[in-house]
């Protein structure tokens, strides 16, 4: 029987020599696995340490530091698939430190280190076709872009969440052309516009920054009119940031947007977009959702943009 192998860049990893793990560390699904496990250990972390400073009772730290231990294994445990912690720790709690850091946080910026390193070792390997693949991948997992490459040259961009959030409500105006509307987010996103060579690799680039890095799909129900709901908006970013966002001279947009996603439930931009979402798809508001909505309407109401020709026939009606 024909057996075709090829090289799948799985490698046995042994970690303090208690534990082996079978990984390609450059992976992309592996890797946004760890970046996002990373994020969810840090805010266990930002909880354990609010609990040691709000806490008096010794049992009560003692129960609650063994409880967020579990929650610490689970989350590394699943990020490999299987427990590695029992072999690696025993009984020792994940938030032990050892050289200054969490136990649990030398681990995983052990792999990130490994992961860049296996990276520019693999890079070396490429040939020059798949090395530039490389480079961008790396530059979009451990980066915020700050340049766009249009063909095949390094354009810089404007990356500050207010020009961005600008050009939003141009894109938004129906005033505008299509051929309007590209050539405005062209020469908004690049200083350097006119020496641009190729305009639809530009403007498709250009969403794609935008979008934050996704391919650029469907219009959804729209949801939010970033002018009419910044005041509200604010307020929830920067709970989230831990700053005033609008007192920076510079924040990047996929960090504004970062925080904007993680806008909880309990605020009133949240409820406002949730009774625009439950009417755009005709939903039954709950007792609760009527009676805000009636006293909120005007928050809940999103503007109608017309052009300037529907403005001067609604002149003539009204």
């Known amino acids: 029987?024909?057996?075709?192998?090829?090289?799948?860049?799985?490698?046995?990893?042994?970690?303090?020599?208690?534990?082996?793990?079978?990984?390609?560390?450059?992976?992309?699904?592996?890797?946004?696995?760890?970046?996002?496990?990373?994020?969810?250990?840090?805010?266990?972390?930002?909880?354990?340490?609010?609990?040691?400073?709000?806490?008096?009772?010794?049992?009560?730290?003692?129960?609650?530091?063994?409880?967020?231990?579990?929650?610490?294994?689970?989350?590394?445990?699943?990020?490999?698939?299987?427990d590695v912690c029992t072999p690696l720790y025993g009984t020792m709690n994940t938030y032990a430190m050892a050289d200054g850091l969490p136990v649990?946080?030398?681990?995983?910026?052990?792999?990130?280190?490994?992961?860049?390193?296996?990276?520019?070792?693999?890079k070396k390997k490429t040939n020059p076709k798949t090395a530039k693949v490389s480079r961008k991948i790396q530059e979009m997992i451990y980066s915020l872009p700050v340049s766009l490459a249009v063909g095949g040259a390094d354009h810089a961009i404007r990356s500050d969440y207010r020009v961005i959030l600008d050009l939003i409500e141009v894109l938004n105006d129906p005033d505008f052309s299509d051929t309007d509307k590209a050539e405005a987010t062209i020469q908004t996103i690049f200083p350097d516009w006119e020496t641009l060579t190729d305009y639809s690799e530009a403007l498709e680039k250009c969403f794609w920054f935008i979008d934050l890095g996704q391919p650029h799909g469907k219009k959804s129900a729209?949801?939010?009119?970033?002018?009419?709901?910044?005041?509200?908006?604010?307020?929830?970013?920067?709970?989230?940031?831990?700053?005033?966002?609008?007192?920076?001279?510079?924040?990047?947009?996929?960090?504004?947007?970062?925080?904007?996603?993680?806008?909880?439930?309990?605020?009133?931009?949240?409820?406002?977009?949730?009774?625009?979402?439950?009417?755009?798809?005709?939903?039954?508001?709950e007792k609760y959702e009527r009676e805000w909505l009636r006293q909120n309407r005007d928050l809940v109401t999103l503007p109608t943009k017309y052009t300037a020709e529907d403005e001067e026939m609604l002149k003539k009606w009204t």
């Open 104 to 122: 649990w946080c030398n681990l995983m910026l052990c792999l990130i280190d490994n992961m860049n390193d296996t990276f520019t070792a693999e």
């Open 222 to 285: 729209r949801l939010v009119d970033w002018e009419k709901d910044f005041p509200y908006i604010v307020a929830p970013v920067n709970r989230v940031l831990g700053y005033e966002c609008r007192s920076v001279e510079y924040l990047h947009w996929w960090t504004f947007m970062g925080a904007y996603m993680e806008i909880g439930g309990d605020c009133a931009f949240s409820q406002i977009v949730s009774l625009r979402s439950k009417l755009a798809k005709g939903k039954k508001l």
């Open 1 to 82: 029987m024909l057996e075709l192998r090829h090289d799948t860049g799985v490698q046995e990893i042994s970690i303090n020599g208690k534990v082996t793990v079978l990984l390609n560390l450059t992976d992309i699904d592996f890797i946004e696995r760890v970046f996002n496990a990373f994020d969810a250990m840090d805010k266990q972390q930002d909880k354990y340490q609010a609990m040691l400073a709000g806490e008096n009772d010794a049992k009560k730290i003692f129960a609650a530091a063994r409880a967020m231990d579990g929650e610490m294994r689970e989350l590394i445990n699943g990020l490999f698939g299987f």
